[in-house]
């Protein structure tokens, strides 16, 4: 897809500030991603890296973005932001789809110079030579490590001949991905759709929902729900009934959903490469036990408790702690916990019931990059960050000195908030989670 006039000053923008941020002396190396073999000669639907997406716009698989700050060519101009791509070939083209080549490369994405991919060995000798620091991630593109490796040697090879090679290697960490924790206000803008699609589905499903249906019946009201609003799914969909709900990653979504019991899915839409991810836990046949209703009940007060701390200023490790201390204050009330409270946190007791962190960032990828402690501490949270917020309980089948009315009771509820200077923004209000809600949402069904 072509980038339009907003969307190439976007690009820009984020380059420029990455050039600000690595310094004169500094050049930057992000690769694109690959395509991966699914079955002999077909592939998984390509995504592309995260990092190259949000730097480029350009959807290539097997392409290097370089960025150089400052760096001019010979007559002068600026040659900062360099694009290898795949070569144009109009026999593979027929094959496997447009390619835009070095020319649109240039033409389209804005790059100052382009090659083909195949130029890479040849040409990253002139763009690393003379700068100190490469900022690059090592170890994670297997085939491209051993090139730049050597790269950086020959040059040092020939430094005696005054060439200076990079002596340090940054990874992005440091630089890129501070910079995608903080959204600019496009991405809000993506986020909010993906968020908005991800919560239309969760209603979908609930909608469709009923005893004797299977997961997998579920699972694709809420695969179609994202295809029609041309998104994707953001990571594998969890559509998991009754004590499946107890398996955190399962995604076997192959069994029948039974009265009685919950259903837990925990789904999200990809939007323009922002995903939202959303868990919802609902009553098959519509209505809430007492016994699931009062599990629900502590994991919704523990959630809105940990919401309520997404803000500017405030310690990232702040919402665990609060839903950690309300989950054990609800786990003594029902009787699954005996004790006092802050003795069973200290000792991590209510970790039988709650083992997961309370949530992550969000973004791009679904655990989205960004660092979560500075100098091992958690670092304060600022505008501009979206992290998910998702506590839960878990009372696994048979579990012993707990009363059986609640064995097999699996629940999260998980939403998606944005920090604001004017406090959390639930971005995926648009399903519900409180207990009358979901019961009249569900009393709607045909
Ligand atoms: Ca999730």
Known sequence: MRPNDHQLIEYAARRAELMRRIGADGVAII???????????????????????????FKEPDAVAVIVPGRKDAE????????????????????????????GAIAVFGARQAHSIEALDAELPKLLAGRETLHYTLGEYPALDPKIIAVVKHIRDVARRGAVAPHTVVALEQTLHEMRLLKRPAEIELQRTACE??????????????PGRNEWEIAAEIAAEFSLNDCEP????????????????????????????????????????????????????????????????????????????????????????IATRVLTEGLVKLGLLKGEVDELIRADKQKQFYMHGTGHWLGMDVHDVGRYKLAGEYRVF????????????????GTEG?????????????????????????????????VSDIESLMATRA
């Open 234 to 321: 953001g990571y594998g969909t969890i559509c998991g009934g009754g004590d499946n709900a107890c398996i955190l990653h399962y995604t076997e979504n192959n069994a029948v959903l039974k009265d009685g019991e919950l259903l837990l899915i925990d789904a999200g839409a990809e939007y323009r490469g922002y995903t939202g991810d959303i868990t919802r836990t609902f009553p098959i046949n519509g209505h809430f036990s007492a016994a699931q209703r009062a599990v629900y009940e502590v994991v919704l007060a523990a959630q809105l408790a940990a919401i309520e701390e997404l803000t500017v200023g405030n310690s990232a490790g702040r919402p665990h702690e």
């Open 76 to 103: 002068g101009n600026p040659a900062d932001f360099i694009l290898f791509v795949r070569p144009r070939n109009a026999e593979r083209e027929i094959w496997d789809g447009r390619r835009h080549g070095p020319e």
């Open 382 to 397: 600022e505008a501009g960050m979206v992290m998910t917020v998702e506590p839960g309980l878990y009372i696994a089948p």
């Open 31 to 57: 690769p694109s991603a690959t395509e991966v073999t699914r079955a002999r000669d077909t592939q998984y639907r390509f995504r592309q890296d995260a990092d190259f997406a949000y730097l480029t716009g």
């Open 402 to 434: 707990v009363d059986p009315v609640y064995w097999g009771i699996g629940i999260r509820i998980e939403d998606d908030v944005l920090v604001t200077e004017q406090g959390p923004e639930v971005l995926t209000s648009g399903v519900p989670k409180l």
């Open 197 to 210: 699609v991800s919560a239309a589905a969760h209603v979908r499903a609930m909608r469709a929902t009923r």
